[in-house]
């Protein structure tokens, strides 16, 4: 190995770098079970065969680590020795290993030693408050060290949470001192880990998680979550009003008197949808089909699903007969396909469903495997708001008979 492959003083400050960055040298202040110090660096050295060819090169690697090392400069790495007896150049100690014996003999080495006492302060005060956080710091030692400033107001939260555990308020109402909804908002994964680490598990719903499921783990109420629809009968129109949009909770309680319940995807769809006696159309849910389940008046009605005629639009179908086990299907037939052939598009590859679907009848079921094996041509799709509007109409004529 040449001594471009010796290891010099900057690789040793690099390998004390990256211990540094993965947090170890902070963890290893607060947990002492497996101690990191006295230190063995990684040492690429020379060796009997360099004495021979590149003896005055290894004299100046060793005298380059000398100069750099704790016997120099009063702190750093030791050097620990071996003796090489050579047939020609005699009796040579060469660096046998590297050791940084202490966590500040490797602080100081790096210019990390005044953020390791911060970073001590810090534990210090948080670990007096919150001793439950203590794992929670050595794993995240960096993240609490560049959140320094923002700890008084980190305690304030955790404080009133553990005071007042799943308060069932917006977050907009939390009344903490120094707090303001927009800090808590822009921390939600950082905040979410501390109330993890320190609330008892009945104040925290696991089932709930990531970003938009923070205020349902830790008890916030959360924006009603809305349905859109439009009463297709003018007869049974709400004051005047026709085009609604209600909370799922609200739209449950409505009752509305209606035999027909039209479901699509396609907002567009949905506002121009033909007028039809007792009927409604919801659109817009995507994949939120769950807000439709347990409504007693949508179940003793007919319901009919209009999608994309594609992969994904047959498993939002067999997703919503999980809710709604009499769902039908609406122009998403062969008959609708081969009428509308000079609309065929391509469905994305990424939004392609390829699993079993267990909830379609027999025509969607060999529709549904047709598009996904690409029998009829490759991804191919035909997206709702490219079916005539005519052929919309003579369908729904056809039904009310």
Aim: proline share 5%; hydrophobic share 40%; with cysteine.
């Amino acid at each position: 190995m040449g001594e471009n492959h010796w290891t010099r003083p900057k690789d040793l400050l690099a390998q004390l770098r990256r211990q540094w960055d993965s947090g170890r040298l902070l963890a290893d202040r607060l947990d002492g079970e497996v101690p990191l110090f006295p230190l063995k660096l990684k040492l690429r050295k020379a060796g009997s065969r360099d004495l021979d060819e590149r003896f005055d090169a290894v004299r100046r690697w060793v005298a380059e680590l000398i100069e750099h090392s704790r016997e120099k400069r009063g702190h750093g790495y030791e050097i620990q020795w071996r003796t090489v007896n050579h047939r020609t150049r005699g009796r040579n100690e060469l660096p046998k290993a590297i050791i940084v014996p202490s966590a500040d003999d490797a602080l100081r080495l790096i210019g990390k030693a005044g953020q390791a006492r911060q970073f001590d302060q810090l534990a210090e005060r948080v670990l007096a408050e919150f001793p439950a956080l203590r794992d929670w710091l050595a794993r995240r030692p960096l993240q609490a060290l560049k959140s320094a400033e923002e700890w008084p107001r980190l305690l304030a939260i955790l404080h009133h949470f553990r005071s007042h555990p799943r308060p069932g308020v917006y977050l907009r109402q939390l009344d903490i001192p120094g707090v303001d909804t927009k800090f808590i908002q822009a921390r939600r994964g950082l905040v979410g880990e501390l109330l993890d680490a320190v609330l008892p598990p009945e104040a925290v719903d696991d089932s709930a998680g990531g970003m938009r499921g923070f205020n349902r783990r830790y008890g916030l109420a959360s924006r009603p979550v809305q349905v859109r629809f439009r009463i297709l009968d003018s007869d049974l129109a709400l004051n005047g009003l026709s085009d609604l949009s209600v909370p799922a909770g609200e739209f449950a309680r409505l009752n509305l008197p209606v035999e027909e319940i039209f479901i699509t995807e396609n907002e567009i769809n949905g506002l121009a949808f033909p007028a039809h006696r007792r009927a409604i159309v919801i659109f817009g849910l995507g994949y939120g089909l769950e807000r439709l389940a347990g409504i007693d008046w949508l179940a003793s009605a007919r319901c009919w699903y209009w999608g994309d005629i594609d992969t994904h639009g047959f498993a939002i179908l067999n997703r919503l007969r999980h809710h709604l086990p009499e769902a039908r299907s609406l122009l998403m037939d062969r008959a609708t396909l081969d009428a509308h052939l000079d609309l065929w598009g391509q469905e994305p590859e990424e939004r392609r469903f390829r699993g079993e679907l267990s909830r379609l009848d027999d025509p969607e079921q060999a529709l549904y495997k047709a598009l996904r094996d690409d029998v009829l041509a490759p991804r191919l799709r035909l997206e709702q708001e490219h079916v005539r509007y005519a052929w919309l109409k003579r369908y729904l004529a056809l039904i009310s008979q």
